[in-house]
């Protein structure tokens, strides 16, 4: 994801895979027992993998979005993974997706609002700057050659839900400042490491701020030394 934002506080005017995480708490529902699934029977309640759990409903998704294998732009999927344990919010529900832009769509469908997390290169920023960007302030650079499964806009993104007839949610975006997010590796940059617990915080209190009932949960409790 590519802009040219001002970096500052989390907040600035811009121009510019297969889901993992936590669903929302909710009734507790059957547990295995005695009587155990035979051979090759599935468990009850538990979904296949890659499925989209609908059950318990949330109404807000917080989806980090990146690529495990291209250090920097991991920082979307890291968040969401931090949040998962430590972000308590009723009806919301906190993923992380490895996959392209354009299978998005599906998984945004019929919430009523979404938080994206997700790199971003801008003209000047530092690298552990992060802004809050609406999805027209966020389209691809020109270099990328336009609309692609993971460099298409979200404002773009948007605007193709709709035509499908998809119900598409406000969204929001947490982008954070990267300094190359092509870059080949599974292990962040010295400068991106030292970063992302401040950049974590932060999103952290703001989701507080905005979500109704929503508090944080072991949020002193310091991810392994490996998470990052």
Same mark, same amino acid.
Request: aromatic share 4%; charged share 25%.
């Given at each position: 994801?590519?802009?040219?934002?001002?970096?500052?506080?989390?907040?600035?005017?811009?121009?510019?895979?297969?889901?993992?995480?936590?669903?929302?708490?909710?009734?507790?529902?059957?547990?295995?027992?005695?009587?155990?699934?035979?051979?090759?029977?599935?468990?009850?309640?538990?979904?296949?993998?890659?499925?989209?759990?609908?059950?318990?409903?949330?109404?807000?998704?917080?989806?980090?979005?990146?690529?495990?294998?291209?250090?920097?732009?991991?920082?979307?999927?890291?968040?969401?993974?931090?949040?998962?344990?430590?972000?308590?919010?009723?009806?919301?529900?906190?993923?992380?997706?490895?996959?392209?832009? %354009?299978?998005?769509?599906?998984?945004?469908?019929?919430?009523?609002?979404?938080?994206?997390?997700?790199?971003?290169?801008?003209?000047?920023?530092?690298?552990?700057?992060?802004?809050?960007?609406?999805?027209?302030?966020?389209?691809?650079?020109?270099?990328?050659?336009?609309?692609?499964?993971?460099?298409?806009?979200?404002?773009?993104?948007?605007?193709?839900?709709?035509?499908?007839?998809?119900?598409?949610?406000?969204?929001? %975006?947490?982008?954070?400042?990267?300094?190359?997010?092509?870059?080949?590796?599974?292990?962040?940059?010295?400068?991106?490491?030292?970063?992302?617990?401040?950049?974590?915080?932060?999103?952290?209190?703001?989701?507080?701020?905005?979500?109704?009932?929503?508090?944080?949960?072991?949020?002193?409790?310091?991810?392994?030394?490996?998470?990052?």
């Amino acid at each position: 994801m590519t802009a040219d934002a001002s970096p500052g506080d989390g907040s600035a005017n811009a121009h510019g895979g297969g889901p993992r995480g936590r669903e929302p708490t909710g009734p507790p529902g059957e547990s295995a027992g005695a009587d155990e699934p035979a051979d090759g029977e599935p468990v009850v309640g538990e979904p296949a993998v890659g499925e989209r759990i609908d059950e318990p409903a949330a109404d807000v998704l917080v989806l980090g979005v990146g690529n495990d294998i291209k250090r920097d732009d991991a920082v979307g999927l890291l968040v969401a993974d931090r949040l998962a344990e430590t972000l308590d919010a009723p009806g919301v529900a906190v993923r992380a997706m490895t996959s392209g832009r %354009i299978m998005l769509i599906e998984e945004l469908s019929g919430y009523e609002a979404v938080y994206l997390v997700d790199s971003v290169v801008t003209t000047h920023g530092t690298p552990g700057d992060w802004y809050v960007l609406d999805p027209e302030d966020v389209e691809p650079a020109a270099e990328s050659g336009g609309v692609a499964t993971h460099n298409v806009g979200l404002g773009t993104l948007r605007t193709l839900g709709e035509a499908m007839g998809e119900s598409m949610p406000a969204m929001t %975006i947490f982008a954070i400042e990267v300094a190359d997010p092509f870059e080949y590796g599974e292990e962040l940059t010295a400068a991106m490491r030292e970063a992302l617990p401040s950049v974590v915080e932060a999103i952290e209190g703001r989701l507080v701020e905005e979500l109704p009932g929503a508090e944080l949960v072991d949020a002193d409790v310091p991810p392994p030394s490996d998470a990052w």
